[in-house]
């Protein structure tokens, strides 16, 4: 199945969870950048991607702007409402969305959604309920391991490449 939207999680799938804090206050995230990838791939091939996370901070919101996501919600507390909403407004149903996250917040929607994944290092009742758990653990690529399994099922990794290669082709002009 081709999802019409993919959606994620930040906190254990876009990073490895951890929160660091300095010494004034600052709290700082580590972003792996290849899960930018799995960004371009969807937008390749024409799949919206949503951010919903509980968290709520501009450090989410700053990598998500430098990627271009439209649909960004942060402090959700019910993940399962904002989706229905959403699911709304773009006239898509339930079955037709990808979803990757790791802990409780996400479990309900995890079991809701067309094709649902985890990361490698999600606790063990998350990776029974999913479709798929990513060979990575969350911040070391989870979302676009995800995002290429679901087009390696559909046969659209060799398309995506080739699509990525001819658009950026005068990069590879020696």
């Known amino acids: 199945m081709l999802p019409k939207l993919i959606v994620t999680d930040i906190d254990g799938v876009w990073t490895d969870g951890g929160m660091y804090y300095d010494q004034s206050n600052i709290e700082l995230k580590k972003f792996n950048t290849s899960d930018s990838a799995g960004v371009l791939w969807c937008r390749l091939n024409g799949i919206p991607v949503v951010i919903i996370t509980g968290e709520n ?62 990361p490698l290092n999600a606790p063990k009742y998350i990776q029974e309920i999913v479709h798929k758990v990513t060979p990575v653990k969350g911040g070391y690529g989870a979302f676009r391991a995800f995002v290429e399994q679901i087009l390696i099922d559909n046969n659209l990794m060799e398309t995506s490449l080739s699509k990525y290669f001819e658009q950026n082709k005068n990069d590879f002009k020696q």
């Open 57 to 118: 901070t501009d450090i989410v919101k700053r990598r998500a702007d430098k990627l271009k996501i439209d649909h960004v919600y942060l402090g959700v507390k019910d993940k399962v409402k904002v989706l229905d909403s959403l699911l709304v407004e773009l006239n898509l149903e339930w079955t037709d969305v990808a979803y990757i996250g790791d802990d409780l917040n996400d479990y309900q929607v995890l079991k809701k959604v067309g094709y649902s994944s985890c």
